[in-house]
C-alpha cells in the first residue's frame, strides 16, 4: 500500500537511511518491512541485515553517512543489544550527530518501563518505539519530520 492516494512517485531521494537488527537478532521480516516502509516516504536504504556487530554499524554509517539509523529487534534483547550498540556507535566522532532511533520487541517481559525507554534515549538513541499499535504511525510521524538532504518531488506516473 502507498502512503500516496494518486499515482505518484518520488523522483528524487530525500538521503540514505541505514536499517539493521542488533547482534542477537537473526530475524529479518522486519528488516524488510521498515526498507520498504522508509523507501516509499523517498529515502535510499541500506539493509545490513540481522546479527550486525556494533562495529560493523558504526563501520557501515562511516562509510555510508546516512541520515537516519533505524535499529530493529524482534527477540525482546533490543534494550541490552541497544545499549552496547549506541555506546560504540556514538564513540565514532564522525557518527555523534547522526540521528539514530530503535524499536521493536526490546524487552523479553513485554514492553519495556518508562525508565528503561528512558535510558535508552539518555544513552544516545534520538527515539524509542516499542512494540505496538500505534508505533508505524509514530514511526511515520518521525519521518516526516526529519529534515531531509533533498525534498522529495512528487510527479504523476
Same mark, same amino acid.
Request: hydrophobic residues 40%; proline residues 3%.
Given at each position: 500500500?502507498?502512503?500516496?492516494?494518486?499515482?505518484?512517485?518520488?523522483?528524487?531521494?530525500?538521503?540514505?537511511?541505514?536499517?539493521?537488527?542488533?547482534?542477537?537478532?537473526?530475524?529479518?521480516?522486519?528488516?524488510?518491512?521498515?526498507?520498504?516502509?522508509?523507501?516509499?516516504? !523517498?529515502?535510499?536504504?541500506?539493509?545490513? !541485515?540481522?546479527?550486525?556487530?556494533?562495529?560493523?554499524?558504526?563501520?557501515?554509517?562511516?562509510?555510508?553517512?546516512?541520515?537516519?539509523?533505524?535499529?530493529?529487534?524482534?527477540?525482546?534483547? !533490543?534494550?541490552?543489544? !541497544?545499549?552496547?550498540?549506541?555506546?560504540?556507535f556514538r564513540s565514532s566522532p564522525e557518527l555523534v550527530a547522526t540521528p539514530v532511533v530503535i524499536g521493536g520487541k526490546l524487552g523479553v517481559a513485554g514492553s519495556l518501563a518508562d525508565a528503561a525507554a528512558d535510558r535508552l534515549m539518555s544513552a544516545g538513541f534520538d527515539a524509542v518505539f516499542e512494540d505496538g499499535a500505534r508505533t508505524v504511525l509514530s514511526f511515520y510521524d518521525f519521518m516526516g519530520a526529519l529534515p531531509s538532504a533533498a525534498t522529495p518531488l512528487a510527479v504523476a506516473v
Open positions: 500500500m502507498s502512503i500516496f492516494q494518486d499515482n505518484t512517485t518520488l523522483v528524487t531521494s530525500r538521503g540514505t537511511v541505514v536499517v539493521s537488527g542488533v547482534a542477537s537478532d537473526a530475524h529479518t521480516w522486519n528488516l524488510v518491512f521498515l526498507q520498504l516502509m522508509i523507501e516509499e516516504l !523517498g529515502y535510499d536504504v541500506v539493509n545490513l !541485515g540481522p546479527c550486525v556487530t556494533p562495529e560493523l554499524l558504526v563501520a557501515e554509517c562511516e562509510q555510508h553517512k546516512p541520515a537516519l539509523v533505524v535499529i530493529s529487534s524482534v527477540n525482546g534483547h !533490543g534494550y541490552q543489544d !541497544g545499549l552496547r550498540l549506541i555506546e560504540e
